[in-house]
Each structure stands twice: as structure tokens, then as C-alpha cells.
């Protein structure tokens, strides 16, 4: 399993239909507003680390209301 954190920047007033609609999203086990750069964190786990990428341009860009993401994935130590 690989596990990833995406940050997502939001447009003024879109924060409740972009987090509405990332929560739905299946592979996504976690979701938070949080302030700052960002303005909402959420944590995605999919089989492997090849389809993080696809899925946060193919399923999380898309949304309307979202203006940027940075994805931070997991290592192993």
C-alpha cells in the first residue's frame, strides 16, 4: 500500500464543495481544512505508488474550486 498527503489550494468561498467532494473520492481515508498555504490536507492510499500521480490530476484537479496541489508521498525508513 502506498500512502500519500495532497495539499490543495482552493478558491475564496469553494472550501465546503471541494472538501464535499474529495471526501467522496475512494481512496481517500482522511480529509482536513487546515489554514495557511492550503487550504485543505487530505491523505490518499492506493496499491501502489504509480497511480498517486494519475489519480490526484485525473480526480482532484478536476474539481472545480481547486487552484493548486502539492503532493507529498510516503517513504520507507
Do not use: C
Not at 9 to 16: H, Y
Not at 36 to 50: M, N, P, V, W, Y
Amino acid at each position: 500500500m502506498s500512502v500519500a498527503f495532497v495539499l490543495i489550494r482552493v478558491i475564496p468561498g469553494k472550501e465546503q464543495d471541494v472538501y464535499n467532494l474529495v471526501s467522496t473520492l475512494k481512496y481517500v481515508t482522511e480529509i482536513h481544512p487546515i489554514l495557511g498555504e492550503f487550504d485543505i490536507i487530505a491523505r490518499i492510499e492506493t496499491e501502489d505508488l504509480s497511480k498517486i500521480g494519475k489519480l490526484v490530476i485525473q480526480d482532484i484537479r478536476t474539481i472545480s474550486g481547486v487552484v493548486d496541489t502539492k503532493t507529498l508521498t510516503e517513504i520507507k525508513l
